[in-house]
């Protein structure tokens, strides 16, 4: 019958290689994750918790270690905590780089939505332009019809101060035309002999 310090480090064994199978498939599906950034996060997430429980295992199995009676059982257990400790570091630096990923990621969406703000603003910008220019265009084109009615008004101004000018001329003729027309009549009773 087997020891149940010999027990509880196979099953410390059974569960670091069980996390560790579970860190190699997160980090997998990390590396295939295409978005959105929750899932990402969430993948992230949950590559931390099992990290965390691998490194309880691994410290337990260390403990264990320490309590073998047998030296050669001792360092054998210490080879294969030091192989898991090596095995973990290379993995934490895979999480290290999909964090990295997902911060670079989150970046990206941010500077994106940046951009799309940027292009929404230009195109705002661009419809102010449009309003202004067809604004400018109805402006000016007013100006000109008002330019034709201006251009009419001088004329008519104009022609109507030559009329006056002609009209004073016939009232002055007519004025002296029947004040001659007095004088004589007037010579004509009052010196009938002249």
């Known amino acids: 019958m087997a ?13 670091i290689v069980k996390y560790d199978l579970e860190v190699k498939a997160l980090i997998q599906d990390i590396r295939d994750c295409s ?3 929750s899932a990402l ?14 490194r309880h295992r691994i410290q337990d199995l260390e403990q264990s270690a320490k309590e073998q009676d047998k030296e050669s059982e001792k ?6 905590v030091e192989n898991h400790k090596k095995q973990m570091l290379r993995k934490t630096t895979k ?6 990923s997902s911060t670079i990621t989150e970046n990206l969406m941010g500077i994106s939505r940046m951009m799309s703000q940027q292009l929404q603003q230009s195109e705002e910008a661009m419809q102010t332009l449009v309003n202004s220019s067809r ?4 402006a000016n084109e007013e100006f000109k019809s008002m ?6 008004g001088r004329k008519l101004i104009t022609k109507y101060n030559r009329r006056e000018l002609t009209d004073k001329l016939l009232i002055f003729l007519a004025l002296a035309l029947f004040l001659a027309t007095v004088l004589y009549i007037v010579k004509k009773r009052l010196f009938p002999f002249l």
């Open 135 to 138: 604004t400018i265009l109805d």
């Open 75 to 80: 360092q054998v257990l210490l080879q294969q």
């Open 95 to 100: 999480e290290s780089l999909a964090q990295t």
């Open 41 to 54: 996060t969430e993948l992230n997430t949950k590559v931390k918790e099992k990290f965390q429980q691998l």
């Open 3 to 15: 020891a149940p310090q010999d027990v509880h480090v196979r099953i410390c064994n059974q569960e």
């Open 35 to 37: 978005g959105p950034l």
């Open 147 to 152: 330019s034709g009615t201006i251009q009419l």
